[in-house]
């Protein structure tokens, strides 16, 4: 009887549950709007502009022009990246101490969902009508204390306007991602920190940093790679030069006077997509090791 139903359960056939439906639609949205434009990005690259494989593309990647992008642009994300966990951090530590169904709580962790989504020409849009020119809301306050407000140049260069204006974008990611580590961190331990007589440094130095620290390097490479990907900002207050890799993607596309070259602005994108697997690679590293102590 035992030998007629072994086979019975082996001949048991596979059935999709209602579980596996359900993630259809997100396999299907990731297959298009990732796995397929990466596999074009990675196919153009080798491509002429006759259709013929070639690396002439990938000769592009050792100019000079292409090298000091890819730098600023590295020296742009990890700098807004640091800066943003740094700041964002701390405010995440702020935000935990208030009570979990508070007014202030609530209204802060919605409001850093809505500015980590603001960006783009909007964006630019809100800090060129706040910082340039006499007609700006800071430059009418500047022009009537008798301060020259035209010096408002600075907003449009890589290195300070645009390390502010990610700031504005970052700040509130950091929090986001950062505040459930943050959360996660146990009365009793630092109870028993004062038990031992160890004093609020102790239980920084020894407990909450060691265990707060994989999670903050994996929310500053999100951070990273949140900033070396974005584009709109960029391309609407950087109109002189193409000092980011994605302003030179750009205007290897839209180039009207050097025409063909789509095969190297996918180049370009393809030493993006590297640069950030990498990261991610790291980022997934990081992640691991912080979701054990979150799950203890």
Request: with cysteine; proline share 4%; net charge positive.
């Amino acid at each position: 009887m035992a030998d007629d139903v072994a086979p019975a359960r082996g001949r048991r056939r596979f059935r999709p549950s209602g579980a596996l439906a359900g993630v259809v639609p997100f396999f299907a949205y990731t297959t298009v709007f990732l796995l397929v434009p990466t596999l074009v990005v990675v196919v153009g690259a080798f491509l002429g502009p006759e259709g013929g494989f070639t690396t002439a593309n990938l000769e592009a990647l050792t100019e000079p022009g292409f090298l000091t992008a890819l730098r600023q642009s590295l020296v742009l994300s990890a700098v807004t990246a640091v800066l943003g966990a740094v700041i964002g951090g701390v405010l995440a530590y702020a935000v935990s101490t208030s009570p979990i169904d508070g007014v202030l709580r609530r209204f802060l962790t919605s409001l850093c969902g809505v500015l980590a989504q603001f960006g783009g020409v909007a964006l630019a849009f809100a800090f060129m009508a706040t910082f340039v020119g006499s007609t700006s809301i800071l430059g009418d306050l500047l022009t009537s204390s008798g301060i020259d407000s035209t010096a408002g140049a600075w907003l449009y260069t890589w290195d300070k306007g645009l390390m502010l204006v990610y700031l504005y974008f970052q700040i509130p990611l950091m929090l986001i991602v950062f505040l459930p580590a943050v959360e996660g961190l146990r009365p009793q331990w630092r109870e028993a920190t004062e038990t031992l007589g160890g004093t609020t440094w102790t239980y920084w130095r020894r407990v909450a940093l060691p265990i707060l620290w994989p999670s903050f390097v994996g929310a500053t490479l999100l951070l990273f790679t949140n900033g070396f990907s974005a584009y709109a900002t960029a391309r609407a207050l950087v109109s002189q030069g193409s000092p980011l890799v994605t302003l030179k993607i750009d205007d290897a596309l839209s180039s009207e006077v050097v025409l063909g070259q789509q095969g190297v602005a996918k180049a370009m994108a393809l030493a993006m997509v590297v640069v950030v697997a990498v990261v991610m690679v790291v980022y997934g590293v990081v992640d691991r090791r912080a979701s054990r102590w979150l799950q203890r």
